[in-house]
């Protein structure tokens, strides 16, 4: 167990709806990272917040936004969802910023869009 | 861009053999990290092991160890002793330094432990 809690673990929706995941970070890590893991794309990093501010942006659409909290949880809003969106969305957690930091990762959410 | 490579999408090795997994990346950074993460079938990302850059000497975790070949850039896992509980998929993935901490993953190695 590495600390870092989503949820949900799964989400069954259909195209053109609206979701949100939410990932709850280690203890005292103050940074939030977001991956999707899909068939055609493998792994991508989409997002970093640092301390509620975002801090770095990959190859995210534009139909998905993410916010960081006061208490340091994050979400990650996908809206108007494409069959294409289905994919297993991980949330990873460090203590701060640079790469010494070990990023933890949580058990992800798989979605799937019908 | 950074990119990753990972030439082997399967192998597969008999229990408390010694198996090595490829992997390759390009970059004009000069200081940066370099990682492996094991994915079991709970999928759960797991990290293995960890190369820093400016270190030479290659990092080794208990079976798991990296031959770093910074001028090559290559970064290739060996696994010693292989067990059961090693099956899994195994993903190599960048990192440049300070202040771009995101991980550049490569496509993964299916990596099956034959009992």
């Known amino acids: 167990d590495s600390g870092v809690t989503q949820t949900p673990k799964h989400l069954i929706t259909a195209t053109g709806q609206r979701v949100t995941l939410r990932c709850s970070p280690r203890?005292?890590?103050?940074?939030v990272y977001w991956y999707q893991q899909s068939l055609d794309q493998g792994l991508q990093f989409l997002i970093q917040?640092?301390?509620?501010?975002?801090?770095a942006k990959g190859n995210i659409l534009e139909r998905f936004s993410a916010q960081q909290f006061p208490d340091l949880h994050s979400e990650l809003n996908l809206s108007s969802l494409e069959l294409g969106d289905s994919a297993l969305y991980f949330c990873?957690?460090?203590?701060?910023?640079?790469?010494?930091?070990?990023?933890?990762f949580g058990p992800g959410t798989r979605l799937t869009v019908l | 861009a950074q990119t990753v490579t990972q030439s082997q999408p399967e192998m597969s090795v008999q229990e408390a053999e010694t198996v090595t997994l490829s992997c390759t990346y390009d970059?004009?950074?000069?200081?940066?990290?370099l990682f492996w993460y094991k994915q079991p079938p709970s999928r759960q990302m797991i990290l293995v092991i960890r190369?820093?850059?400016?270190?030479?000497q290659n990092a080794t975790e208990n079976r798991f160890s990296v031959n770093f070949q910074k001028a090559a850039k290559s970064f290739s896992l060996k696994i010693s002793d292989s067990q059961l509980g090693d099956t899994a998929m195994y993903f190599c993935?960048?990192?440049?330094?300070?202040?771009?901490?995101?991980?550049?993953f490569g496509t993964g190695t299916r990596l099956t432990i034959i009992p």
């Open positions: 990873a957690s460090s203590v701060g910023q640079g790469v010494r930091n070990e990023q933890f």
């Open positions: 203890s005292g890590d103050l940074s």
């Open positions: 917040y640092y301390n509620g501010e975002e801090r």
């Open positions: 970059t004009s950074e000069n200081n940066y990290y």
């Open positions: 190369q820093e850059a400016y270190k030479q």
């Open positions: 993935a960048f990192m440049q330094d300070f202040g771009n901490e995101k991980l550049t």
